[in-house]
């Protein structure tokens, strides 16, 4: 059978592979030195170098995006491509594809790295890029789908292993997340209103956004674990079974766990109280993947001490076991209750990020370029350093940022015997970690410091390795010929396969279209009258507070908890962000809530403390807003805002629509000439987005 | 809250893919045999120079 050369050769195509191995590279070390400078300027807030392309809340959305889809997402797509063509036995599917693939991918990573740092952003976390580009990632998904499904559709081994099962549900799954997640209606060619408003926008966003943690950076990394683990030992999986059970039970609890963000929240508790249940099952599946992961290692762990890649390997899944014993912890509505909107969680995530994925990589990167390359790593001791160095920057990140997420929740909870806060002025609690900022961000040196390492490494082993050797065959003699589906009818039933995928995802996205305006309407508040719609002025500065991306530290989200009804008022109730575009919820607070800080302080108080943090608080760790109180507001488009926001459901009356432009001029005029009178040097600022800026915080918990 | 009726049906809706996915997967065979599967990944296809016109100088290099 072996003799049946000319049919059953293939040629791999490695050289995608390596396209998208350099890609990671490179845009891991952009993605881990942005996190580095977020990181710092919270230690030392003049890291912004004043520049507001610079400032922190544009920035951390742009670390995200970069360290998940542009360093998490080629890494992913080089290892399935690698790992699926072998396990397969079969070129990909389509060269052009893959082309199309790797480029769009690319232009859709520069298209955010021009548009986050310029404030484009829709402010809906891990989602926050604007639709043009929302449709690019679609389409570029569409065509990966298309590649992979058509490789597996004309594989040569009838069997898929396990690795492909996680390929499948991450691309099936993430394509579907997105899509509904990323339903928005335009007002310009860089700005939506996303079709849901307040609780529902924020329910959707963290389905989809849990989510993005589940089908981006755990199930693709648990696959290319299954492939690249037992590879890397060779030894075969500890339990094959085991990966099947837990794979499946995976997949149907995950979906589930969205709700955990929004825990003691406005949302309704049985929602809640869903989320978090499911949230607590997923230690089974989790514990399970990472079981199996490190007995792979059985009968190998000699290995560890000597070999960096299994070193890698072994403790990215060691993280892995951590971080999904903390998450389902965190999930716990009374931990959470004092894990949320702190470092903790910040910790939490990067257990994951840094040691779970960014481990797993860098161990399959060290595997995959000598074997690419057909040569030899060039240097074990720099890969040791590399992992040692990354290791303890990962350890002192997680623990610094424990410590700091504790002590500042400990510290908001704190009551005295008279029943009142113990720390009621909130940058008390911010002044206690910044040392602890100064620890994090030496752990994040110590990360890229590592990763810098392996930049060299590679840079040395691709430069010293022979030339000429780009493709590889592959002689199918190696594996059992009844297992080769070589028949036309095979290929028939696998394209079968492939076209009953497609069309679902074609028929979910059509009547996702259908639904979805109908939800516009609200129609779950019997008391919605009581709330009105933001005046045209108020609109126009909610979208600068959504365009500087405030939410990366201020949450609008007062909880059902004593401590923080005290602190900023009444439980906030969903009626109040009923028309919030996107919800700005928030989950995180490195400044203090703001969903009632309307009338709390005056507007002067407002624009100084903009301009200025300092001049109100003086130990406050915000970065300044000057370019806010020079640059124009654009009034012309509040029309077009209004009236899809009309579309949408908000009870404006045609009048206002229509003036809206007129109307927020002289709100504006209004607010303008108060400040003007308390000082008289302000004039300069007739007219500028700081005016409606602070008409919006005003109106915060005033409806 | 229709937008849980949505996202609950959405997610039921991927549930039943993945069931549909699973029923087919067990039916197909791809469970019957748990133990080669593990086994035949680790085997390396045989690697050879495209562009090396010397046959001698086709090697294994993948699994030692």
């Keep these: 059978m072996s003799m049946e050369n000319n049919q059953s050769r293939t040629v791999y195509d490695d050289d995608i592979v390596k396209k998208f191995i350099y890609a990671a590279l490179i845009w891991g070390a952009a993605a881990f030195a942005v996190g580095l400078l977020a990181a710092t300027q919270l230690a030392y807030w003049q ?9 922190f809340s544009r920035i951390r959305p742009l670390h995200t995006n970069a360290a998940i889809f542009a360093f998490g997402g080629n890494a992913i797509f080089a290892g399935i491509y690698h790992s699926s063509q072998r396990l397969l036995k079969t070129r990909l599917y389509s060269d052009s594809l893959s082309s199309i693939h790797f480029w769009g991918w690319q232009l859709i990573i ?8 310029l404030g484009f952003s829709q402010s809906k976390e891990y989602a926050e890029l604007e639709w043009p580009i929302d449709i690019a990632i679609t389409v570029i998904w569409v065509i ?13 081994v009838k069997h898929l292993y396990v690795a492909l099962w996680f390929y499948i549900a991450t691309i099936l799954t993430v394509a579907v997340l997105h899509v509904v997640n990323s339903i928005e209606i335009p007002v310009s060619y860089l700005q939506s209103y996303p079709v849901y408003a307040g609780v529902q926008d924020a329910l959707v ?25 037992p590879k890397a030992a060779n030894r075969p999986i500890y339990s094959y079974r085991l990966s099947i059970v837990h794979f499946w039970s995976l997949v149907f609890i995950y979906i589930w766990a969205g709700p955990h963000h929004l825990l003691n929240s406005a949302l309704p508790d049985w929602a809640q109280t869903l989320g978090m249940v499911f949230s607590i099952m997923l230690w089974a599946p989790s514990w399970g993947g990472m079981i199996n992961g490190l ?12 070999d960096p890649i299994i070193k890698f390997l072994a403790v ?3 993280f892995y076991g951590m971080s999904t014993f903390e998450g389902p912890l965190l999930s716990i509505k009374s931990v959470n209750s004092l894990a949320h909107y702190t470092d903790w969680i910040i910790g939490h995530v990067h257990g994951g990020t840094l040691g779970w994925n960014g481990f797993l990589t860098f161990g399959m990167i060290y595997y995959l370029v000598p074997k690419l390359w057909n040569t030899k790593l060039y240097s074990q001791r720099l890969a040791n350093n590399h992992f040692w160095i990354g290791f303890f920057g990962i350890l002192i990140y997680y623990i610094s940022m424990w410590a700091s997420g504790i002590t500042q929740g400990l510290m908001w909870q704190s009551i005295d015997a008279n029943g009142q806060l113990a720390y009621p002025d909130f940058v008390e609690t911010v002044i206690k970690i910044v040392p602890l900022y100064y620890a994090r961000a030496i752990g994040g040196s110590l990360f890229l410091i590592g990763f810098i390492l392996m930049l060299i490494n590679m840079w040395k082993t691709i430069s010293l390795a022979p030339k000429g050797q780009d493709e590889q065959q592959v002689d199918m003699s190696n594996i059992t010929m009844d297992e080769v589906a070589g028949t036309g009818h095979r290929k028939l039933e696998s394209l079968g396969a492939v076209f009953t995928v497609l069309v679902f995802i074609a028929i979910l996205v059509g009547s996702i279209i259908e639904i979805v305006p109908t939800l516009a309407i609200h129609k779950y508040l019997p008391d919605a009258n009581k709330v009105r719609p933001y005046t045209p002025l108020e609109q126009a500065g909610r979208d600068i507070y959504v365009k500087e991306g405030c939410y990366t530290c201020h949450s609008q989200m007062i909880r059902k908890l004593d401590f923080d009804v005290i602190r900023y008022g009444e439980a906030s109730k969903l009626e109040e962000s009923m028309y919030d575009r996107p919800f700005q919820w928030g989950s995180k607070r490195t400044g203090p809530d703001l969903a009632r800080v309307g009338g709390k302080y005056p507007d002067m108080w407002h624009y100084r403390h903009m301009i200025d943090p300092r001049e109100i608080t003086p130990k406050s760790i915000m970065p300044a807003y000057p370019w806010l109180d020079n640059k124009k507001l654009d009034y012309q488009i509040l029309r077009r805002k209004l009236s899809v926001m009309k579309r949408l459901g ?14 927020a001029e002289k709100e504006s005029l209004e607010l303008f000439n108060a400040l003007l009178e ?9 007219d500028t987005q700081i005016i409606a800026l602070i008409s919006y915080l005003q109106s915060l918990g005033k409806k | 809250m229709l937008i849980i009726i949505l996202t609950i049906s959405i997610s039921l809706l991927l549930a039943l893919v993945f069931v549909g996915a699973f029923i087919w997967s067990a039916r197909s065979g791809q469970y019957n045999d748990l133990v080669t599967p593990a086994h035949r990944m680790l085997i390396d296809d045989k690697k050879e120079k495209i562009s090396g016109k010397n046959p001698e100088e086709d090697k294994y290099v993948d699994g030692k």
């Design chain 1, 110 to 117: 520069l298209a955010a790295l021009i548009t986050l740092p």
């Design chain 1, 205 to 229: 966003q963290w389905w989809y956004g849990h989510n993005a943690v589940a089908f981006f950076l755990t199930t693709p990394f648990l696959g290319l674990m299954y492939y690249y683990i």
């Design chain 1, 144 to 156: 990966f789908a298309i590649n992979f499904f058509g490789t597996i559709a004309v594989r040569r």
């Design chain 1, 650 to 663: 908000v009870p404006y009356d045609d009048e206002t629509v229509a003036n809206a432009d007129i109307i």
């Design chain 1, 678 to 686: 308390q000082d008289p040097s302000l004039e300069n600022i007739k």
């Design chain 1, 295 to 306: 007995l792979t290692l059985r009968g190998a762990w000699h290995k560890v001490r000597t």
């Design chain 1, 316 to 318: 990215a899944v060691t």
């Design chain 1, 47 to 55: 890291a912004n170098f004043n520049l507001e392309w610079l400032t």
